[in-house]
């Protein structure tokens, strides 16, 4: 059997009624039904006034170009630049008037490896058609994100906020996997502003751990910039942490072993005999108090200038990363069987440490922190009700008794793709964007998505 002839699929169909010239070398021919019906920018462009009157020569040989459309003004600095109808005579040949005309820029860019401009417009054009929009996958983070900044700059400027592509960026950045996720640690904040460009539930989610849990490292104009929403939002539950961090910190001084508790009015009152098992977990007891408190008087603390990360990380490590065996006997001057029990009791004591700090210490972030560690804490479970663009987007100050965006358990079911491999009904919508299909990019938004969620993801 014949392989399928490509001289009629995207980027050049046979019948298509414009050349849409991205560079001198690089051009595209393509339907203008297709092109007006999902931008309002090529709606204005592909008008009557700019329409060629073909001759019947012309027509006869098979050639309906009736509109020339050339990208000009691209800058050095990726920027996209814009597009201009240019006027065609009846034999289909341009008839340049004054104004910019497509530059060769393009062509010198299009061997740099740093430079996508060119295939980020055939990306997001593409899409019209039924194409996966490309990001890249890459595993350079600036141009990750560059590359993004792109293709939603493209699609803003032709006007397609009525169509589903921003839903098929969102899908084309988790594709990315690991790559998307590494490049919002590197930056959260531009990513936070694209995620509100394009709605992406997913990508919004990820950067607002971050930044919340870096929010007091960041600067009074930075924050400042953001959308006051969200402003709010991370100012809110920043502030909230940083309480929840305090009395994390006053159960660690709250802390007594079992074995030495004692509630008045409630447990009977021990004698001396009793005590006297005891006297070495004592003894292990107040040498780690005094290791504690000697700590938090050099500021490390939740009040210290990391909020407490590194002291909590470390009680969090236990073993002999602090207050070690050789400080345990400094302090104790106990023979070898007495050293043993002191060890014994400031073991017990490390472990529930461990216990206490384990909610704040707990990453929830789809980044594999083991191979891109993160060392502050990201421990918020946003959900989608705190994303502003969101039919349930809330910002007023919870209840006393609703828990903080710190105060849940780290939990990926919120955050897992719908677009899972045993679902065949997703999968055919997903066999939509694959290119196999010519028809014009016309799916609704709810196609995407099963019931009322609008995201990649499940709530």
């Known amino acids: 059997m014949a392989a399928p002839s490509t001289a009629n699929v995207y980027p050049n169909f046979n019948n298509g009624d414009v050349d849409l010239a991205l560079s001198t070398a690089r051009r595209l021919k393509l339907h203008s039904d297709v092109l007006r019906g999902a931008s309002d920018r090529f709606k204005e462009l592909l008008c009557n006034e700019n329409a060629a009157i073909l001759s019947a020569k012309v027509r006869k040989r098979g050639d309906a170009t009736r509109f020339r459309i050339e990208l000009v003004n691209v800058g050095e600095l990726h920027q996209i630049g814009n597009l201009v109808a240019q006027k065609l005579d009846a034999n289909g040949r341009i008839v340049y008037e004054d104004g910019p005309r497509v530059s060769m820029i393009l062509d010198r860019f299009g061997a740099d490896p740093a430079n996508h401009v060119l295939e980020d417009w055939e990306?997001?054009?593409?899409?019209?058609?039924?194409?996966?929009?490309?990001?890249?996958?890459?595993?350079?983070?600036?141009?990750?994100?560059?590359?993004?900044?792109?293709?939603?700059?493209?699609?803003?400027?032709?006007?397609?906020?009525?169509?589903?592509?921003?839903?098929?960026?969102?899908?084309?950045?988790?594709?990315?996997?690991?790559?998307?996720?590494?490049?919002?640690?590197?930056?959260?904040?531009?990513?936070?502003?694209l995620a509100l460009r394009i709605n992406s539930v997913a990508v919004f989610k990820e950067a607002a751990t971050h930044v919340i849990g870096i929010w007091h490292t960041i600067t009074p104009q930075r924050k400042n910039s953001l959308d006051p929403e969200v402003h709010e939002l991370f100012s809110r539950e920043a502030a909230k942490f940083v309480e929840r961090k305090k009395d994390v910190q006053r159960k660690i001084l709250q802390y007594?072993?079992?074995?030495?508790?004692?509630?008045?009015?409630?447990?009977?009152?021990?004698?001396?005999?009793?005590?006297?098992?005891?006297?070495?977990?004592?003894?292990?007891?107040?040498?780690?108090?005094?290791?504690?408190?000697?700590?938090?008087?050099?500021?490390?603390g939740v009040d210290g200038p990391d909020g407490g990360y590194?002291?909590?990380?470390?009680?969090?490590?236990?073993?002999?990363?602090?207050?070690?065996?050789?400080?345990?006997?400094?302090?104790?001057?106990?023979?070898?069987?007495?050293?043993?029990?002191?060890?014994?009791?400031?073991?017990?004591?490390?472990?529930?440490?461990?216990?206490?700090?384990?909610?704040?210490m707990i990453k929830n972030l789809r980044l594999d922190v083991r191979q891109s560690p993160v060392e502050y804490f990201a421990c918020f479970d946003i959900e989608r009700k705190h994303c502003p663009w969101t039919d349930e987007a809330v910002t007023p100050e919870p209840a006393d008794d609703e828990p903080s965006l710190g105060g849940s358990?780290?939990?990926?079911?919120?955050?897992?793709?719908?677009?899972?491999?045993?679902?065949?009904?997703?999968?055919?919508?997903?066999?939509?964007?694959?290119?196999?299909k010519e028809a014009p990019y016309k799916r609704t938004h709810e196609e995407y998505v099963e019931d009322d969620d609008d995201s990649l993801f499940v709530q």
């Open 409 to 436: 358990e780290n939990d990926d079911s919120d955050l897992e793709v719908l677009i899972a491999e045993d679902d065949e009904e997703d999968s055919a919508d997903v066999a939509q964007m694959d290119g196999t």
């Open 123 to 193: 990306s997001v054009i593409g899409a019209l058609y039924g194409r996966p929009v490309k990001i890249g996958g890459s595993d350079m983070l600036i141009q990750s994100v560059m590359r993004t900044i792109n293709i939603v700059n493209i699609a803003e400027y032709l006007k397609l906020e009525n169509t589903p592509i921003f839903t098929a960026i969102e899908l084309a950045l988790v594709e990315t996997q690991q790559a998307l996720w590494r490049s919002i640690r590197a930056d959260p904040l531009d990513w936070i502003e």
């Open 310 to 360: 590194a002291f909590f990380q470390l009680l969090q490590n236990g073993g002999e990363g602090y207050y070690t065996r050789e400080a345990q006997a400094d302090y104790a001057g106990c023979s070898g069987p007495g050293r043993a029990i002191v060890s014994d009791s400031i073991k017990e004591i490390k472990e529930a440490m461990k216990e206490i700090v384990k909610d704040v």
């Open 256 to 300: 007594k072993p079992k074995v030495l508790q004692y509630v008045k009015n409630v447990d009977r009152v021990k004698g001396k005999r009793e005590h006297d098992p005891h006297i070495f977990v004592w003894i292990g007891f107040s040498g780690f108090q005094m290791w504690l408190a000697q700590y938090l008087a050099e500021s490390k």
